[in-house]
């Protein structure tokens, strides 16, 4: 079975959700091998193991120091080199983009980015892309190279299937390039003790509804421990900081579950959700266009059904 590679995310080895993600979806297409860079390896064993990580590659290059994507493509353009993969997985972040990018022109390879789902089919890998706003799926085939993908976080429901997992030490030595060109991209740090909006299995989202007070949304994301987020709307008027915006211009989340408080569904908005596994709305207008994407609507005033949802959540 052919190896696909998966470059795992991680702070100081402690793995995020999105590399347990890519290793399920690895497992569609292949024996999946983890790419592990930067510093305490053996922290993330165990967690890559339980998702089926075959091999667990790794380079204790100083050059591979967190955030530097040139030496991160090199090493991975290498691996590609010598273990022929069927796909290289790599999570759909700033960063993630800048190594995949890097990394497809160096092996000649297809590149697809922001797919939220990729599939194996007799052979081929298969990756889905919603574009222009939502209005359309796209489903590609890459013929060239080994297909590079970036996977949106929450596009596939983490499932372990733990595997013997072994360190693999790469001989790698950065290119004179790669020491001289530090691009760096800056991870977001989440103050509030809530998860990454981009991350989260959970987005609870307020809009202009709110009039300003996002007390009930933030109570009801912590009762679920969600991600707070919110409408332009909100973020234009100061009641909400702009790394929170949802939309075309904001970030796309694709959350399990997105609950739509006080936002009235603008194309916009709707791009950077609408691939949400389940999407709740709160809206006091039944009319709301929001209410035609829902699976669960709520016709009432936020600030009378946020708390009695918080409470529910509560007592469970
Ligand atoms: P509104 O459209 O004003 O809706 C507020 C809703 O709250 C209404 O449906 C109302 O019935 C409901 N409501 C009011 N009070 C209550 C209450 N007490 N309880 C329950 N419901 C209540 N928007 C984004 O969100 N993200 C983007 O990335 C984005 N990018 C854009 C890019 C461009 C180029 C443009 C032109 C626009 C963009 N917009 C974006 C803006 C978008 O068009 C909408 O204006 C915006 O999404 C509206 O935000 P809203 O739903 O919060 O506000």
Same mark, same amino acid.
């Given at each position: 079975?052919?190896?696909?590679?998966?470059?795992?995310?991680?702070?100081?080895?402690?793995?995020?959700?999105?590399?347990?993600?890519?290793?399920?979806?690895?497992?569609?297409?292949?024996?999946?091998?983890?790419?592990?860079?930067?510093?305490?390896?053996?922290?993330?064993?165990?967690?890559?193991?339980?998702?089926?990580?075959?091999?667990?590659?790794?380079?204790?290059?100083?050059?591979?120091?967190?955030? %530097?994507?040139?030496?991160?493509?090199?090493?991975?353009?290498?691996?590609?080199?010598?273990?022929?993969?069927?796909?290289?997985?790599?999570?759909?972040?700033?960063?993630?983009?800048?190594?995949? /990018?890097?990394?497809?022109?160096?092996?000649?390879?297809?590149?697809?980015?922001?797919?939220?789902?990729?599939?194996?089919?007799?052979?081929?890998?298969?990756?889905?892309?919603?574009?222009?706003?939502?209005?359309?799926?796209?489903? +590609?085939?890459?013929?060239?190279?080994?297909?590079?993908?970036?996977?949106?976080?929450?596009?596939?429901?983490? !499932?372990?299937?733990?595997?013997?997992?072994?360190?693999?030490?790469?001989?790698?030595?950065?290119?004179? %390039?790669?020491?001289?060109?530090?691009?760096?991209?800056?991870?977001?740090?989440?103050?509030?003790?809530?998860?990454?909006?981009?991350?989260? /299995? #959970?987005?609870?989202?307020?809009?202009?509804?709110?009039?300003?007070?996002?007390?009930?949304?933030?109570?009801?994301?912590?009762?679920?421990?969600?991600?707070?987020?919110?409408?332009?709307?909100?973020?234009?008027?100061?009641?909400?900081?702009?790394?929170?915006?949802?939309?075309?211009?904001?970030?796309?989340? +694709?959350?399990?579950?997105?609950?739509?408080?006080? #936002?009235?569904?603008?194309?916009?908005?709707?791009?950077?959700? !609408?691939?949400?596994?389940?999407?709740?709305?709160?809206?006091?207008?039944?009319?709301?266009?929001?209410?035609?994407?829902?699976?669960?609507?709520?016709?009432?005033?936020?600030?009378?059904?946020?708390? !009695?949802?918080?409470?529910?959540?509560?007592?469970?």
């Amino acid at each position: 079975m052919a190896d696909v590679l998966v470059l795992v995310d991680h702070q100081g080895g402690k793995v995020r959700k999105t590399t347990a993600e890519l290793l399920t979806i690895a497992r569609r297409l292949g024996e999946p091998s983890s790419v592990f860079v930067g510093d305490n390896v053996d922290g993330a064993k165990d967690i890559l193991a339980r998702y089926g990580s075959a091999k667990i590659y790794h380079s204790g290059a100083a050059e591979l120091g967190e955030f %530097l994507v040139v030496p991160q493509a090199e090493l991975l353009a290498q691996l590609v080199e010598q273990t022929r993969p069927a796909a290289v997985l790599i999570p759909s972040t700033p960063e993630g983009k800048e190594v995949a /990018a890097r990394l497809a022109v160096k092996t000649g390879s297809a590149l697809v980015t922001d797919a939220v789902d990729v599939q194996g089919e007799d052979g081929k890998v298969v990756t889905t892309q919603s574009v222009f706003a939502g209005s359309y799926t796209v489903r +590609s085939t890459g013929t060239t190279g080994t297909v590079v993908v970036t996977v949106k976080p929450n596009s596939a429901p983490p !499932q372990q299937q733990p595997a013997q997992s072994e360190l693999v030490a790469v001989d790698f030595t950065p290119s004179d %390039l790669a020491r001289t060109a530090r691009i760096t991209a800056s991870k977001p740090k989440e103050k509030s003790g809530r998860p990454e909006l981009t991350e989260a /299995a #959970i987005v609870v989202s307020g809009g202009r509804g709110t009039g300003g007070d996002f007390s009930k949304v933030e109570d009801f994301a912590d009762s679920l421990g969600a991600a707070v987020g919110a409408s332009r709307a909100a973020v234009d008027a100061g009641w909400y900081p702009h790394t929170s915006q949802v939309g075309q211009t904001g970030k796309q989340v +694709s959350p399990q579950l997105y609950v739509a408080c006080g #936002i009235s569904g603008a194309i916009q908005h709707r791009a950077g959700m !609408q691939t949400s596994k389940t999407i709740v709305a709160v809206n006091k207008d039944e009319e709301a266009p929001i209410f035609e994407l829902v699976d669960f609507g709520v016709v009432g005033d936020l600030f009378s059904v946020l708390p !009695q949802a918080t409470e529910q959540v509560k007592g469970r």
